[in-house]
């Protein structure tokens, strides 16, 4: 059974940073692309960036680029998204997600049927200006 764990959230002032975490485990950590996805309330959950297996390519939204930086600790079993320049517009729940189908030029694939889907509980980033 795989056990997704997120940290890191919190209530920042805009501008300001946060780093979140994602602790995985009951999976081969590196046999994945990884990802993360935020939803607003109200909103439809969105993709915010992913990773491949290899690290070697990397997905970012648009509104989210030279702000958010992902990254993982394969060793770890650890995935991280370290958010800088926090816009009130990025105020939502944040989600890990362990294993992806891919990470491409078009966002993070996840599988259709979403028993697949490995979710965390998710955590609450909130910016305020």
């Known amino acids: 059974q795989v056990h997704v764990v997120e940290s890191g959230g919190g209530l920042v002032q805009a501008g300001g940073s946060l780093r979140l975490s994602c602790t995985v485990s009951g999976l081969t950590f590196d046999d994945y692309a990884m990802g993360w996805f935020r939803q607003a309330p109200g909103k439809e959950r969105e993709g915010v960036s992913c990773?491949?297996?290899?690290?070697?390519?990397?997905y970012y939204l648009d509104s989210v680029k030279g702000r958010f930086t992902i990254s993982r600790d394969n060793a770890k079993n650890t995935l991280y998204l370290q958010m800088n320049s926090l816009k009130p517009e990025d105020t939502a729940m944040y989600y890990c997600l362990p294993n992806l189908i891919s990470c491409s030029g078009s966002g993070p694939i996840i599988h259709p049927n979403d028993e697949y889907n490995s979710w965390g509980q998710g955590t609450q980033v909130t910016v305020f200006s």
């Open positions: 990773i491949s297996w290899s690290i070697s390519y990397t």
